[in-house]
């Protein structure tokens, strides 16, 4: 996933808490379900495009850091192939 797909999830710090309080206990996908229980949803939801969250550090910031919870919208070819 490279920068330049970067979605934060939220800028609202209290919905931004309540993700953080979850990332170690929920996969990628569920962090995104759960969030779409809060109202967030990335650019283009829908049955077609529907990412999982994933956790980047902007350029710049240590990677020993917390980084940002993004929506994880890389284009196709760097998702795995099945």
Do not use: C
């Not at 490279?2 to 309080?21: C, F």
């Not at 929920?26 to 994933?54: K, V």
Request: net charge negative.
């Amino acid at each position: 996933m490279s920068a330049d797909t970067w979605v934060k999830v939220t800028d609202d710090p209290d919905l931004d808490a309540l993700l953080w309080e979850r990332v170690d206990a929920l996969s990628s996908q569920a962090l995104a379900e759960y969030a779409h229980s809060l109202g967030l949803f990335p650019p283009g939801y829908g049955p077609t495009m529907n990412p999982p969250i994933a956790l980047a550090w902007p350029p710049g910031t240590p990677d020993d850091g917390d980084g940002i919870l993004v929506w994880d919208i890389g284009d196709d070819s760097d998702q795995a192939e099945d």
